[in-house]
């Protein structure tokens, strides 16, 4: 079986989950099956066979940046001729799985990473380019001979979404954890880690929580960030948030820690995107990860964190309490939401509330923290690691091919 994955992030080019997601996927899937991997951002140098990196099409590096997305669609659904099957990632990828299936008669998969009429926000940032790349998503989704959601929250949003997809289409495969790589430091590594955290200002020795996401809506930075006003004053506040949305977002997160560093210390902002080994340090030095999200299918940050030994208090909502189990690997945090797309949360002073109390709680009890800590590591090593996902994965490619499962 051949299957091209079509994508717009592949390493070194990953700044979200769904970059993670399709790098480690492809990875175990290489071993069962012939993948080939189309993204975007040019030719890689060092890829594995098989990678084929497009640039914008001639003549495009100009015009809208939906436009240019479509121009390399258009260019992946040119080359996947030979594939017995199509599985693309986000709404960058999926009008190249649609065209390609069309054009060359073959099967096109999609996974749902994100939603696009659930984060209207992007209008900010995308204006006209909103409506184009909704277009897109939808077209590919009705279109699509199978879809792939992250989690069962995810695969109700799509049947709610998008009415015309049939349910027997939609199959839930939960996104996995490289547990080799995300894991706490031991002897001279953890001593090199204990380095890498001070010298990026972080004092190992103290409680903190940490947040790992990009600056946009869905993330719900700003929620955190009143919530850590209310957290006891030798709690941490350690931010690695960077890639904002727009210039109006970014302001407002900058506005934000100004005054939280003004009004309490130990506030630590990274804002380029860190090596994983440094990530890595950063999270095993923490008490506890936050998860603010008001929008969130399944979250990568929440299942890396948990792979480190660390508990998450996350928002009830989308596909976190599929990963957090709450009061055993973490605590998940109550909020009623606007349904208008955006969710808003409708009492956000109670949001902030709830948010800064069960922080409190759980930084404040080290010893308990650590024991949901080792909880939350044994929950991903049980239900995401990635061999387990990759067979799941093969399970539905074969379904949506027709063929039997193995005997």
Same mark, same amino acid.
């Given at each position: /079986?051949?299957?091209?994955?079509?994508?717009?992030?592949?390493?070194?080019?990953?700044?979200?989950?769904?970059?993670?997601?399709?790098?480690?996927?492809?990875?175990?899937?290489?071993?069962?099956?012939?993948?080939?991997?189309?993204?975007?951002?040019?030719?890689?140098?060092?890829?594995?066979?098989?990678?084929?990196?497009?640039?914008?099409?001639?003549?495009?590096?100009?015009?809208?940046?939906?436009?240019?997305?479509?121009?390399?669609?258009? &260019? /992946?659904?040119?080359?996947?001729?030979?594939?017995?099957?199509?599985?693309?990632?986000?709404?960058?990828?999926?009008?190249?799985?649609?065209?390609?299936?069309?054009?060359?008669?073959?099967?096109?998969?999609?996974?749902?990473?994100?939603?696009?009429?659930?984060?209207?926000?992007?209008?900010?940032?995308?204006?006209?380019?909103?409506?184009?790349?909704?277009?897109?998503?939808?077209?590919?989704?009705?279109?699509? &001979?199978?879809?792939?959601?992250?989690?069962?929250?995810?695969?109700?949003?799509?049947?709610?979404?998008?009415?015309?997809?049939?349910?027997?289409?939609?199959?839930?495969?939960?996104?996995?954890?490289?547990?080799?790589?995300?894991?706490?430091?031991?002897?001279?590594?953890?001593?090199?880690?204990?380095?890498?955290?001070?010298?990026?200002?972080?004092?190992?020795?103290?409680?903190?929580?940490?947040?790992?996401?990009?600056?946009?809506?869905?993330?719900?930075?700003?929620?955190?960030?009143?919530?850590?006003?209310?957290?006891?004053?030798?709690?941490?506040?350690?931010?690695?948030?960077?890639?904002?949305?727009?210039?109006?977002?970014?302001?407002?997160?900058?506005?934000?820690?100004?005054?939280?560093?003004?009004?309490?210390?130990?506030?630590?902002?990274?804002?380029?995107?860190?090596?994983?080994?440094?990530?890595? &340090?950063?999270?095993?030095? &923490?008490?506890?990860?936050?998860?603010?999200?008001?929008?969130?299918?399944?979250?990568?940050?929440?299942? %890396?964190?948990?792979?480190?030994?660390?508990?998450?208090?996350?928002?009830?909502?989308?596909?976190?309490?599929?990963?957090?189990?709450?009061?055993?690997?973490?605590?998940?945090?109550?909020?009623?939401?606007?349904?208008?797309?955006?969710?808003?949360?409708?009492?956000?002073? $109670?949001?902030?509330?709830?948010?800064?109390?069960?922080?409190? $709680?759980?930084?404040?009890?080290? %010893?308990?923290?650590?024991?949901?800590?080792?909880?939350?590591?044994?929950?991903?090593? %049980?239900?995401?690691?990635?061999?387990?996902?990759?067979? $799941?994965?093969?399970?539905?490619?074969?379904?949506?091919?027709?063929?039997?499962?193995?005997?």
């Amino acid at each position: /079986m051949r299957v091209d994955l079509l994508t717009r992030e592949y390493p070194p080019h990953v700044y979200g989950g769904a970059g993670v997601h399709v790098a480690e996927l492809s990875a175990v899937l290489r071993r069962s099956v012939d993948v080939r991997v189309r993204c975007f951002d040019g030719p890689r140098e060092d890829a594995p066979p098989g990678v084929t990196g497009y640039a914008v099409p001639d003549g495009l590096a100009g015009v809208d940046a939906t436009l240019r997305t479509l121009g390399v669609d258009l &260019a /992946m659904a040119d080359d996947v001729a030979g594939a017995d099957l199509l599985h693309s990632h986000t709404w960058y990828a999926n009008m190249a799985g649609h065209l390609g299936g069309l054009l060359h008669g073959i099967p096109h998969l999609l996974s749902a990473h994100s939603l696009e009429p659930l984060r209207p926000w992007k209008a900010e940032q995308l204006g006209g380019g909103y409506a184009l790349s909704s277009w897109a998503e939808r077209t590919a989704y009705e279109g699509a &001979a199978g879809v792939v959601a992250v989690s069962a929250g995810m695969r109700e949003d799509i049947l709610r979404v998008y009415p015309q997809v049939d349910p027997a289409r939609v199959h839930v495969v939960h996104n996995g954890i490289d547990l080799a790589g995300w894991q706490r430091p031991t002897g001279p590594d953890a001593e090199a880690a204990d380095a890498v955290v001070r010298g990026l200002g972080i004092d190992p020795d103290r409680p903190a929580v940490v947040f790992v996401g990009r600056i946009t809506r869905q993330k719900g930075l700003p929620y955190f960030l009143r919530a850590a006003e209310r957290l006891p004053a030798d709690v941490q506040v350690v931010l690695c948030a960077g890639a904002p949305d727009t210039a109006e977002l970014a302001a407002e997160v900058e506005g934000l820690v100004a005054g939280l560093a003004e009004r309490r210390q130990g506030v630590v902002w990274i804002a380029k995107m860190l090596p994983r080994d440094e990530l890595v &340090a950063v999270l095993a030095s &923490a008490t506890v990860f936050v998860c603010p999200s008001v929008y969130e299918p399944l979250g990568i940050v929440n299942l %890396e964190a948990m792979a480190v030994g660390l508990p998450v208090v996350g928002t009830a909502t989308g596909g976190i309490p599929e990963v957090v189990d709450d009061g055993a690997t973490g605590v998940l945090v109550p909020i009623d939401q606007a349904q208008d797309g955006t969710g808003t949360p409708l009492d956000p002073d $109670r949001f902030v509330a709830d948010l800064a109390d069960a922080l409190t $709680r759980v930084a404040g009890d080290p %010893e308990r923290a650590a024991e949901m800590g080792a909880a939350a590591r044994r929950r991903v090593e %049980e239900h995401f690691a990635w061999d387990a996902i990759a067979e $799941r994965t093969l399970e539905v490619y074969r379904a949506v091919l027709g063929e039997p499962a193995p005997g």
